[in-house]
């Protein structure tokens, strides 16, 4: 049986549109930030990726996540 952690996880701008603006969500050890966004179905949103943080760090998709962690994500934002 493997240990929970548990995330906060923040989401920013359209990301919140039928999901939520922070939430406290239990995962397996081992989860890295990539899974978190899938979970959310961030990888099938119209909106790609932008910035990812944790504990308000730039960190890649591949950190593996800790108890306690917070990450933070924002979509692309584009314009000009």
């Given at each position: 049986?493997?240990?929970?952690?548990?995330?906060?996880v923040?989401?920013f701008?359209?990301?919140?549109?039928?999901?939520?603006?922070?939430?406290?969500?239990?995962?397996?050890d081992?989860?890295?930030?990539q899974?978190i966004?899938?979970d959310?179905?961030?990888?099938?949103?119209?909106?790609?990726?932008?910035?990812?943080?944790?504990?308000?760090?730039?960190?890649?998709?591949?950190?593996?996540?800790?108890?306690?962690?917070?990450?933070?994500?924002?979509?692309?934002?584009?314009?000009?």
């Amino acid at each position: 049986m493997s240990e929970m952690i548990q995330v906060t996880v923040k989401l920013f701008a359209q990301y919140r549109d039928n999901r939520f603006k922070v939430k406290e969500i239990g995962y397996k050890d081992g989860t890295t930030a990539q899974d978190i966004i899938e979970d959310l179905g961030i990888h099938n949103d119209k909106l790609p990726l932008g910035v990812l943080m944790i504990n308000s760090k730039h960190q890649e998709e591949t950190t593996l996540m800790r108890d306690g962690d917070t990450i933070s994500l924002f979509p692309k934002v584009g314009g000009g």
